[in-house]
């Protein structure tokens, strides 16, 4: 894969840096972009994620899938892009000292996704290192150092922004489903105030009347511990007191945001300016709520899915919310878990029942690309000449993508978290209708050398609009033959996915158990429509017996195919065709269903102590399972994962180990499958704020597919695999003050090392094709008087790649320090920082300056630029504008 590296490739690496050169070591080159992945960030701080495309791939969005280290479920956050570069931010609210994980998925016109890491993206993200920021300030009395826990504990009223009176202000909570609560250590505070002396424990009811409370917004909090002493996470929430008399229907909360950008940019010769809209309006009354944002660009285009985003939701309490507009539903890891989704949802929760409901549109239509032949295009091989000289053109449609309708739902029940149960249905479809076989007569197709060869009387070589084209071939007394389906671009798809889960809590609900199975039934062709039960009779053994393989009668079939096109259209193209191995299911049924292609199921015990957490998990997801609410799940494979998190000295030091096995013989017609282990273990020492904290993460992974080979087999292509690569991640944060001001350490070394478990029975002229790399990176921060504050950051990586003449090595080192200073009360905010990178062949020096100005305390104005300025050195040192970016921004707050 890896033989050598051009030039442009190091240009663009720089380009990279001056993105993401603050904790950046460790770099990741596809074919088609780059991307360095941050090797550790700090909770509290932001994580910016940059990447760089190296072609156009006419990319539509890029999204970062992201989770705290263990979880389950990943959060979605929506990048953006100037020219090549795409980033996006982690709020650093969301970064946890467990760690981080995270990849990235690249959606194109065409289509199809790019990713990183390449491999399974979701099975196998990212890992970033995180260290501790800023502790939670909890308001209990006390020097411990627990780490929070959680209680199920009900807020009974008032609800959260409910606007009450003062003489029926009662505040209560229940803790029936917490039974280990120590009613003796329960605080309760309103605005900073203790009213715990006034506050009534008893019955599994904590309840408080404190009197008269003046009108306005007030915050209630309460805290508590268990029985042993751990402190439960603190409850907060907010009310609204109104005056006395008043109606209540006139109180209505309104607040929002609205922000403008505009930016001129400038890349490798090429200038794009990009504009947009952002807001947010909130509007509350005492018994619903609002909220609403949007996102406008100049971004947006007919030729591509939709770059703008409108969402609104309805909250009723906490019993009912209403989506609509843009909005990530979450239903099922398996079924629909994030992806954006333009519609109606339905979240209706009470204590023992839920029900959400989704519907709405995966895709928009999009008639063409905007481009020549990206609408209409003539097919050469398809096109014919007749005996009287008579041309008929073949022609076809091209760019285009169905409107995927989709509709899903979820019921659930929870019997008091003894037993759980749910069941949940997604149906998607293209919706052939959507696309128009004649859009438009303006969009250009193209007639090359090939068509116009076919006779002298034919059209001439040339680029034609559709019109141009039809009246040449009418003067012509041509022909022109274009089907009304089953066209060259993108096949129409039906998809219907279908499953239930079942679980339960034990030993006070620090213990978890998840099952969950569903099943898929996915068409990859509808153009044809549904077949009858003949038809299927036929398609299979081409023999019109009654008999389906020679086996299954056609009389034995409830109903037919035909008949269910509603819920999935059955034809040649459905994946599977027959779900289930009927001659393997009389003889080993529970195997038989277990093993279905088309099913996906997973087991999860899940552990959560003050002092341990574990989970145990096994997975299996079928190679003909297909979920197009989830398009990026990985298939054809079956995976066991175990891992244990300790925690000790006070909860300052994390010990985590994990192991997981992973393959793809689920089915036995696999030949030479492949196994991946992978052990991890992570050393987390966080003693506290302002004393240093270490961390190092080191994995394993082990990649062998078993594969025999003689080695006398001249010719033969090795494709053995035993493979391992470890990856070692150290971190150290080092805070410090000198000369009265603070100062913060971080020292970073990431290693990748590949080796070939084989290597001594290759044969001489094997080349291992896995590169090692090298980084580290040298972070300063600097908080200085007067509100000044400097990051000073030093990166070195090495990429040492395999070639046939030996390894290669390549580095490159860079330089930056930026600053941020604020003054007159934080009215007026400065930025500026300078960078220097350097990869032997060429060197970049960029700069950039911004600011902004609170006019109001509302209303803000700024403005930002970069310059970068490229040296190359095998080229007398050419000087050469790479890129530059003016970007204005305002925002205004109500």
């Not at 979701?122 to 909890?138: A, D, S, W, Y």
């Not at 000449?385 to 899903?408: E, L, P, V």
């Not at 062709?525 to 023999?543: V, Y």
Request: contains cysteine; hydrophobic residues 35%.
């Amino acid at each position: 894969m890896y033989r050598h590296v051009n030039i442009s490739f190091c240009l663009v690496v720089m380009i990279v840096f001056n993105t993401c050169f603050l904790y950046s070591a460790h770099s990741f080159q596809q074919d088609s972009f780059i991307h360095q992945k941050p090797m550790s960030g700090i909770v509290g701080e932001d994580l910016e994620l940059a990447l760089t495309m190296l072609l156009d791939e006419s990319v539509m969005n890029a999204s970062i899938f992201f989770r705290v280290y263990g979880a389950t479920h990943y959060e979605e956050i929506h990048m953006e892009t100037q020219d090549r570069n795409w980033q996006g931010i982690i709020p650093g609210s969301q970064l946890s000292s467990s760690g981080l994980e995270y990849y990235i998925v690249l959606t194109t016109n065409d289509g199809g996704w790019l990713a990183t890491p390449t491999d399974t993206p979701n099975e196998t993200p990212h890992f970033v290192l995180i260290h501790p920021g800023k502790e939670p300030q909890v308001f209990l009395d006390t020097k411990e150092n627990n780490l929070l826990i959680s209680a199920d504990i009900l807020i009974l009223s008032p609800e959260f922004g409910e606007l009450v009176l003062s003489e029926e202000l009662v505040i209560a909570l229940s803790f029936f489903n917490a039974p280990n609560i120590d009613t003796t250590s329960v605080q309760m505070k309103i605005d900073g105030e203790d009213y715990s002396s006034q506050t009534e424990v008893s019955d599994g009811i904590i309840s408080l009347v404190p009197g008269t409370i003046k009108p306005g917004t007030h915050r209630i909090q309460v805290q508590m511990k268990t029985k042993q002493g751990l402190i439960i996470e603190p409850i907060e929430w907010k009310f609204r007191v109104a005056k006395t008399g008043i109606d209540l229907r006139s109180e209505i909360d309104f607040d929002g945001d609205l922000s403008v950008r505009q930016s001129a940019e400038y890349l490798g010769g090429y200038s794009k300016d990009v504009s947009g809209i952002n807001g947010k309006m909130n509007i509350g009354l005492p018994w619903v709520k609002s909220r609403n944002s949007f996102r406008i660009t100049s971004r947006e285009s007919e030729f591509q899915q939709s770059q703008n985003r409108f969402s609104g939701k309805i909250e009723l309490g906490d019993y009912l919310h209403i989506h609509f507009g843009d909005f990530n539903p979450r239903l099922s890891s398996f079924l629909l878990d994030g992806k954006r989704v333009r519609g109606l949802g339905v979240d209706l929760q009470l204590p023992s029942f839920r029900f959400q409901f989704v519907q709405g549109e995966l895709n928009r239509p999009v008639q063409w690309s905007g481009k020549v032949d990206g609408g209409y295009q003539l097919v050469a091989n398809k096109s014919s000449i007749n005996n009287t000289g008579r041309i008929t053109y073949f022609m076809d449609r091209t760019g285009y993508t169905f409107r995927q309708a989709i509709s899903a739902f979820r019921l659930s029940f929870d019997f008091k978290s003894k037993f759980l149960f749910g069941i949940h249905f997604l149906k998607a479809k293209d919706e052939i209708s959507s696309v128009e076989k004649l859009f438009s007569h303006q969009a250009g197709l193209n007639v090359d050398t090939t068509i116009a060869s076919l006779s002298e009387s034919g059209i001439p070589v040339g680029e034609y609009t559709y019109s141009q084209f039809l009246d040449s071939v009418t003067v012509g007394g041509h022909s022109i033959s274009f089907s009304d389906k089953n066209w060259g671009g993108k096949d129409p798809l039906d998809n219907l996915v279908f499953g239930f889960d079942i679980g339960s809590t034990f030993d006070n609900r620090n213990l978890k158990f998840d099952f969950s199975w569903n099943m898929s039934l996915s068409n990859k062709n509808i153009w044809d429509g549904a077949m009858t039960l003949a038809e299927m009779d036929t398609t299979l053994d081409d023999s019109l017996d009654g008999l389906i393989m020679g086996e299954i009668d056609t009389s034995s079939f409830p109903f037919d195919p035909s008949s269910f096109e509603d819920y999935i259209i059955i034809n040649p193209y459905m994946n599977p065709l027959l779900p289930i191995d009927y001659v393997s299911f009389e003889n080993y049924p529970i195997a038989t269903i277990i093993n279905m292609p088309s099913a996906a199921f997973s087991l999860r015990l899940k552990g959560n102590y003050s002092w341990n957490s574990f989970r145990i998990e096994y997975r299996q997801i079928g190679p003909e399972f297909t979920s197009l609410g989830n398009p990026y799940l990985t298939k054809n494979v079956r995976e066991f994962f175990i891992q244990d998190r300790l925690a000790l000295l006070d909860h300052k030091l994390f010990l985590t180990t994990s192991f997981k096995h992973q393959d793809n013989k689920i089915l036995s017609s696999i030949n030479d499958p492949l196994s991946t282990n992978t052990f991890s273990g992570s050393f987390n020492l966080m003693p506290g704020p302002g004393v240093p904290s270490i961390m190092v993460n080191v994995q394993s992974v082990n990649k062998n597919n078993f594969q025999e080979m003689e080695l006398t087999e001249a010719g033969k292509p090795d494709t053995r695999e035993n493979s391992k690569m470890v990856n070692t991640v150290m971190s150290v944060n080092f805070p410090f003050e000198l000369k009265g001001f603070k100062q913060n350490l971080i020292i970073n070394v990431n290693t990748v090392k590949n080796s070939d478990e084989l290597s001594n029975k290759r044969s001489s002229g094997y080349l291992f094709m896995k590169a090692n790399t090298k980084g580290y990176s040298v972070n300063l921060s600097t908080q200085l008087r007067l509100g000044l504050r400097t990051l000073f950051s030093v990166t070195k990586t090495e990429l040492i790649m395999p070639t046939d003449s030996g390894d290669q090595i390549f580095s490159w080192t860079g330089l930056g320090l930026t600053a941020n200073y604020s003054m007159r009360n934080n009215t007026i905010n400065l930025t500026g920082g300078v960078s220097f990178f350097d990869v032997g062949t060429s060197r970049l020096y960029g700069g950039k300056l911004g600011g902004s100005y609170k006019i109001l305390e509302q209303l803000n104005m700024g403005v930002s630029g970069n310059l970068q300025l490229s040296q190359n050195l095998i080229s007398d040192n050419v000087w050469s504008w790479s890129t530059s970016s003016l970007i204005l921004t305002a925002g205004y707050r109500f």
